[in-house]
């Protein structure tokens, strides 16, 4: 069983369209994250929610807007997209809030806008 | 510049070669992740220190936080440790890691 999912693991898409990342983990922790890697391969933190509430939220857009329906998941949902989205984004989870605790991540979505 | 740094950007070796990866750090920190992202892109979590070493297998961390440095070495390197190797740290006072640049390896046979 894979224990942090995400889908798609590929999005090609229009600049301006609206498209949704979802990630979902079956580890049973209360925190997840959202990372953006960059073309440079360098990670950041976009946001982290802890029981389907709001702890991180980095200098992200407005474009950029996560939902979490419940502790297992938590999506990203991006509207008009940019050339500039382009990247992989990763979600990642971990027990409790502490940001010592290891990090499960997921695949990973490669988002290319053309 | 980066708040965590690493060197070398990029690293060759022959299999069996000790390999050597530092990170070092300009803000204050209790604690040190050190990641692994595979050439497929997965990534995955090594080690987790505050202070000392850890040892896992063939990789070993190293920390010394009043230096602000971290190492990981590779003993015995082989192929299949080809993958980017990525420090990161939590600044005091906040929830969120910051990446260093991360070390691509690669371990020819």
Redesign the interface.
Known sequence: DTAVSQTPKYLVTQMGNDKSIKCEQNLGHDTMYWYKQDS??????MF?YNNKEL??N?TVPNRFSPKSPDKAHLNLHINSLELGDSA?Y?C?SSQG?E???????G??T?LTVL | KNEVEQSPQNLTAQEGEFITINCSYSVGI??L?WLQ?HPG?????LF?L?SGKKKHGRLIATINIQEKHSSLHITASHPRDSA?Y?C?A?PFN????I?G??TRLQVFP
């Open positions: 440079k391969k360098f990670l950041k933190i982290s702890i991180i980095e992989v990763f990642a809030l940001i010592y605790n290891e990090q499960f991540f695949p990973g490669r | 209790s604690a992740h992202q892109g997965g990534i995955v979590s987790m505050s980017v990525i990161a939590p906040t929830d969120k890691l990446f640049t991360g």
